[in-house]
Antibody
Framework: EVQLVESGGGLVQPGGSLRLSCAAS????????IHWVRQAPGKGLVWVSRINSDGSATNYADSVKGRFTISRDNAKNTLYLQMNSLRAEDTAVYYC????????????WGQGTLVTVSS | DIQMTQSPSSLSASVGDRVTITCRASQSISNYLNWYQQKPGKAPKLLIY???SLQSGVPSRFSGSGSGTDFTLTISSLQPEDFATYYC?????????FGQGTKLEIK
């Protein structure tokens, strides 16, 4: 069974840091690009970041560029999102989602992890 | 970045109705358009990819069409489990932008 399981969310003060993890199982993790998508409470889906299969290429939304870093460990089948200088507007459920090139769609999603930035 | 605009933002319909949701891209994206369904408290689920291809396991009452800048998602006969929020997403380029969503509610 394919699974993506996020962890690491929680309450953090503005300016603080948090590292999210996304553990994958049931598929060949190293063949997939992985994305982070977030959803603020009551709002829509917003793409955050992407990493390619071997971790050599990354992209970020302008809103998180310079503050967030995406990485992966294919030996551990795990994706990470290091989030620094957090702001109230980063409060959201964060989902990881997989995309297998050359396909161009997100076929598997995790259940999400909630990040709350508040004093 | 490519902007995706869905309409309507919300829609009330009854079981058995035929409903159509539209999505417009700010520039041509060929057929790189996907549709997702999201229910409250759950992760999104892929319904349609490449504008018109039905994801495995998705009921055939769902269909997609369009190319270039204009796309539609059609549900031919609404079922109770279809009441949810639907998002389009372009996969022509990164960032993989989403539409703002269409909330489908029971009339």
């Amino acid at each position: 069974e394919v699974q993506l399981v996020e962890s690491g969310g929680g309450l953090v003060q503005p300016g603080g840091s948090l590292r999210l993890s996304c553990a994958a199982s049931g598929f060949t993790f190293s063949s997939y690009w992985i994305h982070w998508v977030r959803q603020a409470p009551g709002k829509g889906l917003v793409w955050v970041s992407r990493i390619n299969s071997d971790g050599s290429a990354t992209n970020y939304a302008d809103s998180v560029k310079g503050r967030f870093t995406i990485s992966r460990d294919n030996a551990k089948n795990t994706l990470y999102l290091q989030m620094n200088s957090l702001r109230a507007e980063d409060t959201a459920v964060y989902y990881c989602a997989s995309e297998r090139p050359p396909q161009r769609y997100f076929d598997y999603w995790g259940q999400g992890t909630l990040v709350t930035v508040s004093s | 970045d490519i902007q995706m605009t869905q309409s309507p933002s919300s829609l009330s319909a009854s079981v058995g109705d035929r409903v159509t949701i539209t999505c417009r891209a700010s520039q041509s994206i060929s057929n790189y358009l996907n549709w997702y369904q999201q229910k409250p408290g759950k992760a999104p689920k892929l319904l349609i990819y490449a504008a018109s291809s039905l994801q495995s396991g998705v009921p055939s009452r769902f269909s997609g069409s369009g190319s270039g800048t204009d796309f539609t998602l059609t549900i031919s006969s609404l079922q109770p489990e279809d009441f949810a929020t639907y998002y389009c997403q372009q996969s022509y380029s990164t960032p993989r932008t989403f539409g703002q969503g269409t909330k489908l509610e029971i009339k």
